[in-house]
């Protein structure tokens, strides 16, 4: 064969891979990722009390997910330590209202608000909102938004996950990270979009824009083994019993047993949750 004819099959496989290359869906797995600063949700009522009677959420600026908005409103969020100015209410207004921190603005105010997905507000933290019109205490409301995917059911179908599965999504760049334990959340309403907070972005030098591989998770790497299921966890004698997050890191899908009087903190009911543990109660003898 001559040096020509090598050429040519040369350059005819490279063509080959290269078409191969651009027809290939290689973007299937590939995450958009949008970073999420902090952030409130109000409920009507409260838009009126914080800023008027009879006002509504105008858009600033209209966000990825179909028909949300940042909206020209900003309020004074007040923790028992500090306040954070001009946090950007996004609209339209909901059903319940919802404060949006990472883990250092927590620091900042001064309250520990838990991971929790976002309208799961039951027994997290509280702040004082002020706006030009009025303040407004909240007992609850304040959450660290847990990390999650948004996507269409098509999107869903093609990925081959489903509403409410857990996966990990995997980055690259001068600092890769990992995030584990990614809600999926699929509606029509959704479109194809991982949301992380400020505090997750700067660990991995992220960007809004910047993509992520998803990656099914293993439940056989997030189990213990079978054998150790059951284990009994002494709870802290801190006047009453009680139960912190820390103590339940160690027993991921397994069954803890704990006297009946034992009580949690609420970081600890959303690790039981996260965590997949089951809670068995005996009384003591």
Do not use: W
């Not at 100015?85 to 319940?96: C, E, F, H, K, Y």
């Amino acid at each position: 064969m001559n040096q020509q004819a090598i050429e040519q099959i040369v350059n005819e496989v490279i063509a080959e891979l290269l078409h191969t290359k651009q027809e290939a869906p290689i973007t299937q797995y590939d995450i958009p990722i949008g970073i999420s600063a902090r952030h409130i949700h109000l409920k009507q009522e409260h838009v009126e009390h914080l800023f008027g009677k009879g006002e509504q959420l105008t858009a600033k600026k209209m966000l990825s997910q179909p028909g949300q908005f940042a909206a020209n409103e900003t309020l004074m969020v007040v923790g028992p330590k500090g306040s954070i100015s001009n946090v950007r209410v996004l609209g339209p207004a909901r059903s319940l209202t919802q404060v949006e921190v990472s883990h250092t603005d927590a620091i900042a105010l001064g309250i520990q608000p838990p991971i929790r997905e976002s309208g799961n507000i039951a027994g997290s933290a509280s702040c004082t909102l002020v706006g030009p019109k009025g303040s407004l205490y909240l007992h609850e409301g304040v959450i660290i938004a847990q990390a999650h995917i948004h996507m269409s059911p098509e999107e869903a179908s093609e990925l081959t996950v489903f509403d409410g599965e857990y996966v990990s999504i995997k980055t690259q760049g001068i600092r890769p990270v990992t995030f584990h334990h990614v809600k999926v959340r699929v509606s029509e309403r959704y479109r194809l979009e991982m949301h992380i907070d400020t505090d997750e972005a700067n660990a991995g030098f992220l960007k809004s824009g910047a993509t992520g591989t998803l990656v099914k998770e293993n439940k056989e790497e997030l189990t213990y083994n079978s054998s150790q299921k059951t284990t009994i966890v002494q709870a802290n004698e801190i006047n009453e019993r009680i139960i912190t997050e820390k103590d339940l890191l160690a027993f991921q899908g397994q069954t803890i047993i704990v006297p009946r009087f034992t009580r949690f903190t609420a970081l600890a009911m959303d690790a039981v949750v996260t965590l997949g543990i089951t809670i068995e109660y005996k009384d003591e003898g």
